[in-house]
């Protein structure tokens, strides 16, 4: 899909304990955004990046933090995870924009972590 | 604050319907708007809207937007079981592709 890796696809962590999820691309693009999603919440943007060790928050940043020392990968670290951080999270990436132009699409999402805190 | 409306938030429709489906949008500094299904991974996408009304098509889907009133709206028409779905809006701002994602609709198409 796009060379979009999420890792691990599937995790289960207690209260309290840091999490980094890693979401790795081969496609060289620009831009990369951590998302996550919940019954009722639809897609809410975490963080993303424009660029290599630029960041900037979504709409939902408390308590999560990112890096992306290289293009190829966008870590979102919990340092202290919630049961209100359960969630299904993705990954996705985008080229610069060509307004106006035709898409396979603008943005290629991975396959998701679903994460668990217990 | 930025934000996106869709309504309806869920959808009933038997084979053969067609739905309309609404994404009203107040953004400062707007340049686009998304649309995308997801059923039960992650979403792929339909349309990018940047100008107002001009369709675009896709099969029995279509979209348009308009950019006075704010708004953009999402067509299906002659509705399959297989367009049972999530549909998510989203817009794009500022310069630095921020894309922000509504709650969606979820479309249910019963035989």
């Known amino acids: 899909d796009a060379g979009i890796t999420q890792s691990p696809r599937h995790k289960v962590t207690e209260t309290g304990t840091p999490v980094t999820l890693r979401c790795h691309q081969t496609e060289n693009h620009r831009y990369m955004y951590w998302y996550r999603q919940d019954p009722g919440h639809g897609l809410r943007l975490i963080h993303y990046?424009?660029?290599?060790?630029?960041?900037d928050k979504g709409e939902v940043s408390d308590g999560y933090s990112v890096s992306r020392s290289k293009t190829e990968d966008f870590l979102l670290t919990l340092e202290s995870a919630t049961s209100s951080q359960t969630s299904v999270y993705f990954c996705?990436?985008?080229?610069?924009?060509?307004?106006?132009?035709?898409?396979?699409?603008?943005?290629?999402f991975g396959n998701g972590t679903r994460l668990t805190v217990t | 604050e930025d934000k996106v409306v869709q309504s309806p938030l869920s959808l009933v429709v038997h084979e053969g319907d067609t739905v309309t489906l609404n994404c009203s949008y107040e953004?400062?500094?707007?340049?686009?708007l998304l649309w995308y299904k997801q059923e039960k991974k992650a979403p792929t996408f339909l349309f990018m809207l940047?100008?107002?009304?001009i369709e675009k098509k896709s099969g029995r889907l279509s979209s348009i937007l308009d950019k006075k009133e704010l708004f953009s709206i999402l067509n299906i028409t002659a509705t399959q079981t297989g367009d049972s779905a999530i549909y998510l809006c989203?817009?794009?701002?500022?310069?630095?592709?921020?894309?922000?994602f509504g709650i969606g609709t979820k479309l249910q198409v019963i035989p």
């Open positions: 953004v400062t500094n707007f340049r686009s």
């Open positions: 989203a817009y794009t701002s500022g310069g630095y592709q921020k894309v922000t």
């Open positions: 940047t100008s107002s009304g």
């Open positions: 990046s424009y660029g290599v060790k630029d960041t």
């Open positions: 996705a990436i985008s080229d610069r924009f060509r307004w106006g132009a035709s898409y396979n699409s603008p943005l290629h």
